[in-house]
Structure formats: C-alpha cells, structure tokens
C-alpha cells in the first residue's frame, strides 16, 4: 500500500488535489482535557444541510481521506447522517472521538458504515491519572467499554496517547493496553497553543528526559540508531522541497466553515458559508502563499543542520508570529532527538523554553 | 470459480468501500476491512464503474472495453477476467452468478 500511497500523494501535491480534509463536526465536548486548544462554546455549527452540501463540493474537489473530528463528535445528534452521506460520496472516513458515547448500536452502525479508523484518545491506563486529564469522571471506563464494543465489530481502533506532565511516564502502560485490546497505538508528545493564541497550555509539555526517553524507545521509532542520528549534508532537493502537506494536498475545515491549511495551522483562507470549498482551495491568498513557501525561503531554517529532517511545523510557526519561522517545538525535537542544537538555537531566535515538541509516533503492537 | 465462468458472472462493487475517480479516469480504492488501496488504471475503472450486479462480465468488457480501448476482444475478456477475480480475492468486488434484482 506504501507505494500506492506514495504515488497517489505525490501526484495530489502536484496536481493540487485537497486529498485529505479534515473536518471538525462541533467544538463542543463532553470532557474538559487540561491540554484542549478548544473553546467548546460554539453555537455557529455547520447544520446537516450545509455539511452534505460540503461533502458534495469536496467529492467533487476530490478529498478521498475524510477525519471527522471535533470537539466530541457524538455530540452531534446528526452524526450518523453525516456519516451516511459521506458513505454515499466514496470518502475513505476516518472518526476521532473519546468514545464515551459509543454504545453498541453506535459501534454497529460504525462497521455497517465502513468506517476505517476510529482513534480515541486514551491518556493512562490508570483511571485516576486519565479521568483527572478529562476532568470527567469514570471516563475511561466509559472509553475502554467503547473500545471493546468496536473491536468486536472488527472496527479497526487506534489509541492515540497525547503526553504532557500529568501522564509523562504513561505511554508504556497504554501501549500494552492497546495491545490486549486489539487497537493500534501512537502517541503525540505534542501540547499545541490555545487556538486563541494562549500559549499557556504549552507548560503542560514533557520535559527532555521523558521526550528523550519515547526517543529511545524502539517500539516507538524502529531504530533507535537511524532515529536519532545527526543530520547529514542536503541537496537542493531539500532546499526545494515543500515543509509538508498542509495547503498542498490536505486541509482542515472549523465546525462554522472556516478552512485553514491544517488544524494546527490556524490561517483563514476562507469560509464556506460564503464560497465553494474549491474556489477557496484553488484561489485563496492565504493557500496560495502556503504553496509558494520552499525551504529555501526560511530565513533561519534553511541553513539549520537538521533542515533535511526536522519536521518543522509551519502551523506551530505561525502560531509562534511567522510561517516563515522556525518551530521551537520542533527545533527541541531535532536537538532532544540529535543532540545537535537547531540554528534558532544558536541564533537565539525563535526559541522557547524547551517544553514544547511536536512529534507523531505511531506504532503497531 | 472457474476461470471460464467468471466472464459470464455478475460483477458487483462491494459496499461502504471508499473510492475516488480521479480526472484521468483512474479509481482510488480503499477497503477499510483490511486497509488495502488499490490504483485502477483507466480500463480497470470502466470494468469497475460498470460493475453494477446486473451486467455480466463479458458484456462490459463488449460494451465498455473494446469499443473504447484499442484491445483484442479475447485478450481484454481474459484480462478482464483475471482483474474481476483478483478482486473479489480482495472483498472489493463480488461476483454473482445471477444479476442483482435488488439494484435499481
């Protein structure tokens, strides 16, 4: 499937196909997680009418890969409408959700559906330390319950572990529970600022040794030797090449129609309620200096060592004050992963205190 | 099924699969069950596109296939028949041996 995939996004970039959109249902949540970038009081929802509308124009845009996520997307009483008409369009769906409102006939209706990925977040396998994250008690009960009624329809589950202090030594412990359980495993130590800009959340990240720690795990990273070797010299292969996906094959859409480039990438380049969803995609400013942006062109980034490998992020360096930017998240990553410090480091630009990465590991058990 | 006999089936897409054709009239194709993607190629696509339960194999292949596509009519029906079994092998296709009354 790796090659099929790789020629099929690399033909999408090119042709400038939104492959993938990720589309938050609400904003609203049933659980309060201490990291959340949310605000959950959004009265301004997509209705049903205007969300098959959008499936309609993005099937006909040509997104194949569908994430429906929120807020807590079982929240929406027309969820499975939603659903259904996604079926109808041949979208490849995708469902991120705690799960706690899935039941059996929810977990049936799942697999009838043909939904191929269910991620659900799961924090410890300790309910003290899980429930204290969501501030909803009994919640991963209610999760781990969901879970088990989704595997025994053969719904394929991922658990998704996001690290932050709270659960920094947690990982291992969910790890083997999503064994036992049958689900896939992949953990972000990645705490994103308030979509608001508030930066505070970023307090809540791991600290060095832990993120060092996931680095050396070889469940994790495969080897742990290529995972954390230093950066070698790059071409103008490189220096050409796209930071990632965001705006040229993927996008994201709000609960009230505002699309971005990707959920960590909160630049307006249109709302739905006032144009197609192609004609913002095709001639948006905003997508249209996304595209435009080559390695070449970060002023700090392009001579940093680690240029060839870092996964700097182009939405947490916006959120950070420039696109253009780098990514002190991801500038920790590199030097957490390396020990080399990232030119910023060096320069003394753009960097934070060293608690914020960004980082997706995903591994099966 | 018997090679010979696949050509004289119903060929049925599977539902709830994901597809996509794309401006060169190829299909994306995954089947979450087992997370496999598949590519059809252009003739692939109009073998895939027409396979609605209540066709048989060989009169897509006459219809849709050798009128359109520069291929040698007994060439393309065995071609089309070893690309409909290896679908079915992989769930995305069924293959009836009477049409489908219920499609509409």
């Known amino acids: 499937m790796a090659n099929v995939m790789e020629a099929l996004s690399r033909r999408a970039m090119d042709r400038r196909i939104p492959l993938s959109v990720h589309v938050d249902l609400t904003w609203r949540c049933n659980e309060r997680c201490v990291h959340c970038y949310l605000d959950h009081d959004d009265p301004d929802e997509l209705s049903l009418a205007e969300m098959r509308d959008l499936l309609d124009q993005m099937a006909e845009a040509g997104v194949f890969f569908l994430t429906l996520s929120g807020g807590e997307i079982f929240l929406r009483k027309d969820l499975f409408a939603i659903l259904e008409h996604a079926r109808l369009r041949g979208f490849d769906i995708r469902l991120k959700t705690n799960a706690v409102l899935i039941g059996e006939k929810e977990a049936a209706r799942i697999a009838e559906l043909g939904v191929h990925q269910v991620q659900i977040s799961v924090y410890s396998h300790l309910p003290a330390i899980h429930d204290a994250i969501t501030k909803a008690p009994c919640s991963l009960e209610k999760t781990l319950r969901a879970i088990a009624l989704l595997r025994a329809c053969s719904v394929h589950v991922v658990i998704a572990c996001v690290l932050m202090k709270p659960n920094a030594a947690a990982f291992e412990g969910v790890q083997k529970l999503a064994g036992e359980l049958g689900a896939e495993f992949t953990i972000d130590p990645t705490i994103t600022p308030h979509l608001n800009g508030d930066r505070s959340l970023l307090a809540l990240n791991i600290d060095r040794d832990d993120l060092r720690k996931i680095f050396e795990t070889e469940s994790l990273v495969g080897s742990v030797a290529a995972f954390t070797a230093p950066p070698g010299p790059v071409g103008e292969d490189v220096l050409d090449g796209t930071p990632c996906s965001a705006g040229h094959s993927s996008s994201y859409i709000s609960p009230h129609g505002d699309v971005y480039p990707c959920v960590q990438f909160p630049l307006t380049c249109g709302n739905v309620r006032q144009q197609r969803f192609i004609d913002i995609w095709r001639d948006s400013a905003g997508f249209g200096e996304v595209r435009a942006i080559r390695a070449r062109d970060l002023p700090v980034c392009s001579s940093c060592d680690h240029v060839g490998t870092c996964s700097r992020c182009p939405g947490l360096a916006f959120m950070q004050g420039s696109m253009y930017g780098p990514s002190s998240a991801d500038c920790e990553k590199s030097f957490v992963r390396t020990g080399i410090p990232s030119a910023a480091m060096l320069q003394g630009t753009g960097t934070r205190p060293a608690s914020h990465h960004l980082v997706q590991i995903a591994g099966v058990v | ?104």
């Not at chain 2, 359109?68 to 069924?94: K, M």
Request: with cysteine; glycine share 2%.
């Open chain 2, 1 to 104: 099924m018997e090679p010979h006999h696949v050509t004289e089936c119903y060929p049925k897409r599977a539902p709830n699969l994901a597809a996509r054709v794309f401006d060169e009239g190829e299909v994306i194709i995954m089947n979450p069950v087992n997370s496999t993607l598949f590519n059809l190629n252009e003739t692939a696509t109009a073998i895939w596109l027409a396979a609605d339960g209540r066709t048989t194999l060989r009169r897509i292949v006459e219809r849709d296939i050798v009128p359109v596509f520069d291929v040698d009519p007994d060439a393309a029906l065995r071609d089309a028949g070893e690309f409909a079994r290896s679908l079915a092998e992989h769930s995305i296709l069924h293959l009836l041996s009477a049409p489908d009354e219920k499609v509409t």
